[in-house]
């Protein structure tokens, strides 16, 4: 078994489990606690590399290659955003960075571990079908439901040249963010640093106060 999608709760736990137990015959219950015991150790050793780690403040969600392989310029936009929340003091989770020295290893730990501790994930897109993409899914739906269950931390879609209409019914309650629009990376910085609680540069001009407030209110 392997886990692309870690949680907390054991599989002995699981409803889901529980449930298919109680149906299973005989031949079938004992490959169903089996592999329940592969996926308790593979739980455990995940959690315990996890919580190692050192927390985010914010997570970069983008798809990085598109189906011939090539990089997204969605890539290259989330690198650059990268750097400059990097000069600003943010732990950034940027996967081409933050994962290469992990080349060779199982990255769901890393990645779990990033989504529970970042306070703010970006969700960068430049096609409709990047942002429903598996992987980027994965990771957006599953912040989604700790900043629903935790409150204090919030998803931020950032679009170019798509039609907000078009984007996932799940984003339809988050304050989506153009990064077409002028000023876009200082309104982006000014609203992270508020959700993060940290205190604005004093670099900043008077005319980011205009920005809208992304903070979860």
Not at 14 to 23: I, P, R, S, T
Not at 42 to 62: G, H, M, S, T
Not at 86 to 95: D, M, N, P, R
């Amino acid at each position: 078994p392997t886990i692309n999608r870690m949680q907390y709760k054991s599989v002995f736990a699981d409803e889901n489990y529980k449930e298919a137990l109680k149906y299973a015959d005989d031949s079938q219950l004992g490959i169903y606690e089996e592999e329940a015991k592969k996926i308790d150790y593979l739980q455990r050793n995940i959690l315990k590399i996890a919580q190692r780690e050192n927390p985010f403040d914010v997570f970069l969600c983008y798809k990085r290659t598109d189906d011939e392989g090539n990089r997204t310029i969605d890539s290259v936009m989330a690198n650059d955003l990268y750097h400059q929340l990097k000069q600003e003091g943010f732990k950034v989770f940027f996967a081409e960075i933050t994962l290469e020295n992990k080349l060779g290893k199982d990255y769901e730990p890393y990645i779990f571990s990033a989504l529970n501790s970042a306070k703010v994930m970006l969700v960068i897109g430049t096609n409709v079908e990047y942002f429903s993409a598996p992987w980027v899914k994965n990771e957006w739906s599953r912040f989604l439901n700790i900043a629903n269950e935790k409150g204090d931390r919030q998803l931020i879609p950032c679009y170019k040249n798509v039609n907000p209409l078009d984007l996932p019914e799940e984003f339809s309650h988050l304050q989506l963010q153009d990064m077409s629009k002028i000023g876009f990376v200082t309104d982006i910085i000014r609203g992270i640093k508020k959700i993060v609680n940290k205190k604005v540069n004093n670099n900043f001009s008077s005319g980011v106060d205009m920005m809208v407030d992304l903070a979860a209110e």
